[in-house]
């Protein structure tokens, strides 16, 4: 085997290659049932006559083990770095720039988020999200 550089882009391309392939997972009935439509997004099906838990043909697909992506970059962003949340600029000192990848957290203000941002930048890191600023 080549280095682990070589090892994750690999990884990373065959995760992405996957996720092509994967369906979209969909509620049952979420075709038929308007308040569905909005956001179809996946339920196990449960019930005792359920034709998608059994897994009939012409039903949707069911989520299961066989559809996630290799464990060596399982959790890691596109790029191949590790995701971390952050709310104030000195807990960027804790991680690295070559391995980490900022957002910055959802409940920081625009001001603070600013300072982050401006932080992590001049110390070398990704930031995932940067803020939008509005002129």
């Known amino acids: 085997m080549g280095s682990r550089g070589e090892d994750l882009d690999y990884y990373l391309e065959l995760r992405r290659k996957m ?5 979209e997972f969909l509620r049952h009935l979420w ?3 308007a308040k569905f439509k ?3 997004k996946w339920r196990k099906p449960k019930g005792i006559d359920n034709k998608m838990r059994l897994q009939l043909k012409g039903y949707p697909p069911v989520v299961k083990v066989g559809y996630r992506g290799p ?11 590790i995701p971390v949340v952050v709310n ?4 960027l000192e ?4 070559g391995k980490h990848i900022v957002y910055i957290g959802g ?3 625009l001001k603070k988020a600013i300072e982050i941002y401006k ?9 995932a999200n940067p803020p939008r600023v509005t002129s």
Do not use: C, M
Not at 119 to 127: D, L
């Open 19 to 23: 996720k092509e392939k994967k369906p």
């Open 31 to 33: 075709w038929k049932k």
């Open 38 to 40: 909005n956001e179809p």
């Open 71 to 81: 464990v060596v970059v399982r959790g890691l962003h596109p790029q191949g770095l």
């Open 88 to 91: 104030t600029a000195l807990e």
């Open 94 to 97: 804790k991680y690295d720039p």
């Open 107 to 109: 409940s920081v203000g």
């Open 119 to 127: 932080a992590a930048i001049s110390q070398g890191f990704r930031v």
